[in-house]
């Protein structure tokens, strides 16, 4: 290891381990044997047009501020405006439209990240990525924009380039039911096909009462080349266009509901209420309903066609309706709320719990149901993994604290390992690197209060960080 | 200390302690004064009749793993079925029954546990107790097994040679209400009643709209010679039973119930839904309404025969309903649910919160009602104590979790101290074993901070280990 | 530092700093920034009366023990009658007066305060304000009793007196909306104006359910000197009075819900309320509603007038109906009770949540929203911050818990930094110390474990300690 030259920016190598030096020591060796792993991001937020794209990336603002919620939520909580974040609006007032004088407001405000997984991320990506001389602050913000902007306009730095950097084995995107799949295509006409693949989203398909539902059953409709005019064509027309997912090299689905319900309808009634969704009558309670019905028939599909369910309820979306009209969603606004699953996941568990055929990862952002209901249930039902501590909980903290809460009742092995959840794509191997260090932390203490062997602490290390997620999601067909 | 020859398996010494040394040491200091307390066990599931039998116990599998709904549903939580387990079916129908296979595959599932308090308490009784001479895997399967088993074969692991072996001071079994308590009779008839009593669960008969419920208060009303043809009759019945009880030993009650709410009814509401009940055409809601009425009435009852109360809600029994249908209960499907205290307890605590002749222990399975709600109530109402963290939570984190989370507000002096919930007689020791050291490593902590003196330190700890208990479930008459 | 001589009762310079020896020695750097500090204490309930009057305190079972409830708790919660701690009686039934035998029943029981924040509050009071020779015990009782006796006589130990030698910069009391706050003109009389401020706390007016309520708005409306014989004349009442408390130097309103709703009524149907309220006709659920629709109204004040807006929703008040009946509020039965926040705010932060004429500041004793609801409101809210862990939570502990669950997802500059609740005048030095020394352990672990600088780790302590809490309650007019 050289030691960096006086005024550099480095970062320490031990950092995010634990701080007593007995634990550390261990945690060193374990992180060791992680580090230099693969990623496998299987559940993430990029934009599958952009890989296929390949271009290069635009200015510093465009790639680390403006779309990053995380970032933009925490200056605007300081009383800046978006619109000097040059955040959109929808009705296209004028915002903040210099890259430069969004990153400056940007660096004039780190300390505000200060003890945050946002901190950590950044001086990763900023120090490991791009080799920048100083933290950000208003004196260093100018210097730091160009030697970003000189790094982004270098081929190295174009996205399938880093792809590889980054030793990204394979990353899963978000898509909606109703995509074409084309940048997937592209991506796979030129052997990225394995490497690149989409995920199932249908949350627009399934909560019927949602303005522009009737929409995107159209385009349902004509995307699978099915007719959607019962609940029969709609459920034929679902499973044709995850057929074409899995085609597309797809391992999963992704389900985000306000709440884990999932209380199957009988048919008639779900046929009933899907009519007059069709016809614009149906009821709020009935909308509820039928997206709980539909997460239980989205298992049974699983179960025949082998994509791996994935559920993460508890999330009021666009809290601020002010906000939501003027800038629309995904600003910063989403916000935790409580939500059971005992008695919700009952129902599919019921029907498909010990079925071999089904993997259902549950993934929260609320901490308290960790140790009281996640892990009893992921525990016991062989269908049933506990997904990572997830979007505000992806922190160092949070993740030491889902393994306190988790394993002593769930074990390692009902857990699917890491899986990150981002849209920053510069920010994926942080999030992985940090998830390694952080587990190797946790296993270290284990090891050092002799509840574990130092050989086991290693093994569970590498099945955390690459085993376990590419076992809970398979490649399919 | 002794150096262990090269490969034999041995525990260490400090296991489960702190992994900071300064913490470490006084934690040794401490948990050194409380190694060699005998062992106060007030709350278990171990069966009375095997203990007046005193018959050598069966095989490793029939001990270890058929038994135990912690090892069984880790097992099947990777998709072996409990078949495979030797977990018998209602239906007669065929599971495997050679102990070796069943043992063999509990072996090859060894690494399930780690991280697990299963592991905890499987390695000292594998260590302490049998003196195996290898971790369980595939390999070692078989040599294990014959190893147990011949020690299983000598008079020394008899379970009433164990009982005095492991300085079981006096053990508290669980008995139904109906229950005839013939083998504690027995049991005191050769000199043992002072060190096995029995515990008076009255669950069956509370719940009126039970299947089976009219056939156990015709039990009821034949065990006690009282005739339960009303209200009164029950409750006179009741108080009958809870007198032998008391005569045969015992110490205490136990209710396990969905919720905590203790909300009287009048006598003329209990009454009218008792002869509802009796007709078989009580409603869920009454029943409920009726559950909660008798937790206060137990609590009157108490007060007049002394028995302890102890009250755990909150867990979801059976929530697979296949698997119940074919295997019954307690095979690992009791999964946490939250419940509300705070009002819940208050129509008790009204009534009898005061009452120097109630002592209710609250034990739960949710950590999120420690500091919010538990620990404020045992902190001021004088018949309140706040039970150990049970079953999911008596491991060595879940264990730490509770002290921190109530020691600030209720102190440690409003706590029962450690309480096991055991099934698994071998693992007896263990469990306490686990929880001094975890308690030393709290308090190590706090005089590590200079928050409280050593000396206070090893009190607090020799309270909660031996002396709380015992206070806590005093012998009555 | 002086070594103190053998058997004198001292603290240890690094009480309540991590035990690890790195982080410790962090820490130690980070604590001395802050330890000489002044303490600005915005929230608490120290009497303006005894201020003003500046008379000697009472004798210590009056000073220490009676008024606290704290510590009459613990000691109820082990058996002991209030009537032996002089706790008074509503119906002047007798009670122990000897302030000697309530002072010896306290020190006899001081092993109960063992890990609790009682504990560190009195060793800091009882060493570094009183010099005490001893621990508190059956056998010092006496002698203590005759220390602090001798030192209350004094002049230094008068109120004022107090006051400068604990560095209080500013002190909050809590004052009814119906206050004459004549102790408040008669300290700004003699300069105090500055350093003793009152907080508008209209709760008693808002409940109009509550009884006396109707006497509470007579008196409202002499003190505004406006009829309230209606919606409009009661809110221009309650602005009248505000506009008062702002002349007086205050700074805050203070909001004591049992939940956190806030949504708002039409003018109409809070006008049919009121009305229904004063002809004593309102129904509970009406009320209910009238206090929730009324939080939004103190908001809108609130950007017009400058007062911080505090809530502090999540408490069951007088669990004990016995209690209350016999001894009156606060004497240790209030207990916490779940409520949620993200749905609750909503009304209010959509109307106010941006605007940057409002400070709302939310406190609970409910950890379980930290992480899920609070954190990430406060984390996007420019209205909203996160006060400081309130009541049972500011313990060394719960403080630590706080900082771990909140920071990582609303940073540290969406809190208040530190702010006491305090009716115990004495220990208010020990509880900001208190504090400083667990943010300097949190700070000192980011520093150790490579997350944070040690300079920014200064700075933030600083913060924490006394910039944010001046900014949170800024001076108006």
């Not at 490497?195 to 303005?211: E, G, M, Q």
Request: aromatic share 10%.
């Amino acid at each position: 290891m050289t030691v960096p030259s006086a005024g550099a920016w480095t970062l320490h190598p031990d950092r995010a381990l634990p701080a007593d030096a007995v634990t550390r020591d261990i945690a060193r060796t374990v992180y060791a044997q992680t580090r230099d792993l693969p990623i496998v991001s299987m559940h993430g937020h990029v934009d599958a047009a952009a890989l296929n794209a390949d271009a290069h990336f635009g200015d510093p603002a465009e790639v680390f501020v403006v779309p990053d919620h995380y970032l933009v939520r925490m200056i605007v909580s300081q009383g800046v405006p978006h619109d000097a974040l040059g955040v959109p609006r929808k009705d296209g007032g004028a915002v903040e439209t210099d890259p430069r004088a969004i990153w400056r407001t940007f660096c004039a405000n780190w300390k505000l990240y200060r003890g945050t997984p946002t901190r950590y991320w950044l001086e990763h990506v900023f120090v490991e990525v791009f080799g920048l001389s100083a933290r950000p602050s208003a004196e260093t913000a100018d210097t730091l924009y160009d030697e970003i902007s000189a790094k982004l306009a270098t081929d190295e730095y174009r996205p399938l380039a880093l792809f590889d950097r980054f030793d990204l084995e394979i990353l899963a995107t978000t898509d909606p039911a109703t995509a074409t799949l084309s940048d997937h295509a592209a991506l796979a006409e030129r052997g990225w096909g394995q490497r690149i693949v989409p995920t199932f989203r249908p949350d627009a398909l399934l909560f019927v009462d949602r303005d522009g539902w009737a929409d995107d059953v159209r385009l349902l409709a004509e995307r699978a080349d099915v007719a959607v005019d019962s609940y029969t064509g709609y459920l034929r027309a679902l499973e044709q266009r995850r057929r074409a997912f899995v085609a597309a090299g797809a391992r999963a689905t992704d389900h985000g509901h306000l709440l884990a319900d999932t209380t199957p309808l009988s048919d008639a009634d779900a046929a009933r209420i899907f009519d007059a969704a069709l016809r614009g009558e149906v009821t709020a309670a009935e909308a509820t309903a039928f997206s709980g019905h539909m997460l239980t028939e989205m298992a049974r599909m699983s179960t025949e066609d082998g994509l791996t369910m994935q559920l993460h309820p508890g999330v009021a979306r666009n809290h601020s309706g002010s906000v939501f009209a003027a800038r629309g969603a995904d600003v910063g606004y989403d916000i935790p709320v409580q939500a059971e699953y005992t008695y919700a996941l009952r129902p599919l568990l019921e029907r498909f719990g010990h079925d071999p055929h089904l993997r259902l990862i549950v993934f929260t952002i609320d901490e308290t149901v960790f140790s009281r209901e996640l892990a009893p249930l992921a525990g016991v039902y062989p269908a049933m993994k506990l997904g990572a501590p997830w979007w505000f909980l992806d922190s160092p903290d949070g993740m030491r604290r889902y393994r306190e809460l988790v394993t002593e009742t769930a074990g390692f092995y009902n857990t699917t390992g890491f899986v990150d959840d981002t849209r920053a794509f510069f920010s994926i191997p942080a999030r992985h690197d940090l998830s390694r260090r952080i587990d190797a932390g946790y296993l270290a203490r284990l090891v050092a209060e002799h509840r574990l062997e130092l050989d086991e602490a290693v093994e569970v290390a590498q099945d955390l960080a690459y085993h376990l997620p590419k076992a809970a999601y398979p490649a399919l067909g």
